[in-house]
C-alpha cells in the first residue's frame, strides 16, 4: 500500500511533504496533479478525508481564480470539484493522502506527521 502525493514540483512545501514521506521509508506514489488532474469524485473522496469545504482547497490568489470571479462565489459543491477538475492549478498543495483513506494537506508540511 502506497502514500498518495498530489504534487507540483515547483512548490517548495510540496518539495518538503515529499522529503518527509520519503525520509520515513513509506511507499509513495507521486501525482503530479497539474498534469494528471484528480475527476471530480476523486476531489469529493479526498475532501471529506481532510474535512474541508472545495473554496477552502482553492488558491485564490491563482490568476484563473481572479479572473473566474472565486473569491466571492458561492456555487454548488458539485460545479467547485468541476472547476476544481478542469483547473488543479487551483487545488492547494500538497495533498496527502494514506492507504487508509485518511488525507492531509501538507501546509505545513508538519503536518504530515499525523498520517505516519
Known amino acids: 500500500m502506497h502514500y498518495v502525493i498530489w ?51 482553492v488558491r485564490m490568489g491563482e490568476p484563473v481564480a481572479k479572473e473566474l470571479g472565486l473569491a466571492e462565489a458561492e456555487m454548488p459543491r458539485e460545479q467547485w470539484l468541476r472547476l476544481m477538475s478542469d483547473h488543479p492549478v487551483l487545488i492547494e498543495r500538497p495533498v496527502v493522502i494514506a492507504p487508509d483513506g485518511r488525507a492531509v494537506l501538507g501546509r505545513p508540511p508538519e503536518n504530515i506527521r499525523a498520517l505516519l
Open 7 to 57: 504534487h507540483n514540483p515547483r512548490c517548495s512545501k510540496s518539495r518538503a511533504a515529499l522529503a518527509m514521506l520519503e525520509d520515513a521509508g513509506v511507499m509513495v506514489s507521486v501525482r503530479w496533479y497539474r498534469d494528471d488532474p484528480p475527476t471530480a469524485v476523486e476531489l469529493d473522496a479526498v475532501l471529506r478525508a481532510l474535512d474541508m469545504t472545495p473554496a477552502a482547497l
